[in-house]
């Protein structure tokens, strides 16, 4: 069964602090999909990225950056010179390709707080 | 370019009413999803159709129903409400995978906040 573990329930950093959030995964296909969500305090869910189990590169978009690694089974997510803005609930997700249903399993997230 | 719409945002129910919450996408996406999402918990997969006329139950199932009578529709029924129903719900979908360029990503809706007193 697939699994994702978001060990970090809250995270406080002041404003311009860099801040790394962690995603711990679990799962037996060697096909699979791994996301970050973004929850602003107005409540949707906001996508931020996809990588799938093939691609291992890291990715830098602006002041966010994620660094997947199979060998850790690990897909963490880095926010460069925090805002304000980037206070909000992050999920981490994961949905197995060969279930044929796609659906997403979520971590239960981290609440970001950054102060001014 | 309305993506995926949630009917209704808030409701408050008393113990024993039912209710449909209804979603619906305009993006003619195969696959739809119904989560729930609780303090402390994540989101949770209640239920979820592959397509039109078809569903499944997910991870927490007991208390729900839903159809799928339209591509675009997926309807989640509570036919006796409880407090501990008492949530967020969110609306996903998805295209298939081999249908357009932003395969694998699931869209949510606004969400429907709901209380059962």
């Known amino acids: 069964a697939q699994k994702v573990t978001q060990a970090q329930t809250e995270i406080s950093v002041v404003e311009k602090e860099d801040v790394t959030l962690d995603c711990v995964y679990e799962t037996r296909d060697t096909t699979y999909y791994l996301f970050w969500y973004k929850q602003p305090p107005s409540g949707e869910l906001v996508f931020l990225i996809r990588r799938n189990s093939f691609d291992e590169q890291n990715e830098i978009s602006g002041r966010y950056s994620w660094n997947f690694q199979k060998s850790t089974s690990s897909f963490n997510f880095t926010i460069t010179a925090s805002q304000v803005v980037d206070s909000a609930v992050y999920f981490c997700?994961?949905?197995?390709?060969?279930?044929?249903?796609?659906?997403?399993?979520f971590g239960k997230g981290t609440l970001l707080t950054v102060n001014p | 370019n309305a993506g995926v719409t949630q009917t209704p945002k808030f409701r408050v129910l008393k113990t024993g009413q039912s209710m449909t919450l209804l979603c619906a996408q305009d993006m003619n996406h195969e696959y739809m999803y119904w989560y729930r999402q609780d303090p402390g918990m994540g989101l949770r997969l209640i239920h979820y159709?592959?397509?039109?006329?078809?569903?499944a139950k997910g991870e927490v199932p007991d208390g729900y129903n839903v159809s799928r009578l339209k591509k675009q529709n997926f309807l989640l029924g509570l036919e006796s409400a409880a407090p501990s129903q008492t949530s967020v719900y969110f609306c996903?979908?998805?295209?298939?995978?081999?249908?357009?360029?932003?395969?694998?990503?699931?869209?949510f809706g606004a969400g429907t906040r709901l209380s059962v007193l």
């Open positions: 996903a979908s998805r295209p298939h995978p081999g249908q357009g360029s932003a395969k694998n990503i699931q869209y």
């Open positions: 997700a994961l949905s197995e390709d060969g279930g044929s249903n796609y659906k997403l399993t």
């Open positions: 159709s592959v397509g039109e006329g078809t569903t």
